[in-house]
């Protein structure tokens, strides 16, 4: 399905003035007539006062960043795009199949539930609500639910994205998808999952995420930007058929699962404190070095192995203790 886009003059405001003026003297014309016997000035004012509110339907008012898709009897008509007042065909009808879809997103945010809802038709008894069937071109940004989804190394993590979208192309959101926002909802899922199955949480060695064969550091938690923009472009192969645009796509919430939360808490803090270890002695040692190169340079004191290695243990205890030191003076000698 290709779209048309109607380049129709903007008629309507001179046409409802015609339309109103006509009443007005059909009015009149009905009162004259039945004032003077004029009976087929009646029946041209009766039939125009029982018909002319047909015109009416024909008045379309667009602003701007909207688009309305027409139809007359079942054939796709065109698109209006340009804001302003118009007149068509009264017998063409708007089409939007996702006018009453509710989604958790900017410009239709439905604020009793956070969850993809469609409004059905009115019970009996109840006023029926108006439906706007106008297609809004502005650019939106779709709050999707958190998922939880398994790593590449079987991990589950809970993750959130919001996707930044536009409609581009009215006729192939309108026939060729049942309703384009559902449909770029489950398709933003689908993607979503198929993207973190590549990466694990954290990075791990011999993991490749690229799928070049060679083992890499990406990882959902240090890699963001780059999860992202395959997260993007998987959405877009998918909502092309759609006529939508996807602009960006950034994750917005990412932990492990609660069941394992804790878990991993404790192995990151482990990690931590064995890698602050690590450079508390490799510093440790290398003062050490340090000052016995210093003390031999200098000829300061003389030390034998045994003193050496007594002052390369207190040094250690002092540089790498958890604690401050607590001296003691030792008035003897150590033999």
Known sequence: MKEITLNNRKNGMPVLLLTIALYVLA?????????????????????????????FLGLKTLKPQEALVLTLFGNYVGTLKEPGFYFVNPFCVGVNPAAKTKLNQSGDVDSQSKRSVIFTQPQAGQAAETVNKKISLKVMTLNNNRQKINDCLGNPVEIGIAVTWRVVDTAKAVFNVDNYKEYLSLQCDSALRNIVRLYPYDVSPNVDTTGDGVADEGSLRG????????????????????????????????????????????????????DARKMIVDGAVGMVEMALERLEEKDTIALDDERKAAMVSNLLVVLCGNHDAQPIVNTGSLY
Not at 27 to 38: D, P, R
Not at 43 to 52: P, Q, R, T
Not at 231 to 257: D, F, N, P
């Open 27 to 55: 009015t009149l014309g009905l009162i004259f007539g039945i004032e003077y016997e004029y009976w087929i000035l009646v029946v041209l004012c009766s039939i125009w006062l029982a018909l002319g509110w047909i015109l």
């Open 223 to 274: 890699s963001s930007e780059v999860v992202a923009a395959r997260i993007k472009e998987e959405i877009q192969g998918r909502v092309e058929e759609a006529g939508l645009a996807i602009i960006e796509a950034r994750i917005t919430y990412l932990a492990y699962a609660p069941e394992i939360a804790a878990v991993m808490l404790q192995r990151q803090q482990a990690s931590a404190i064995i």
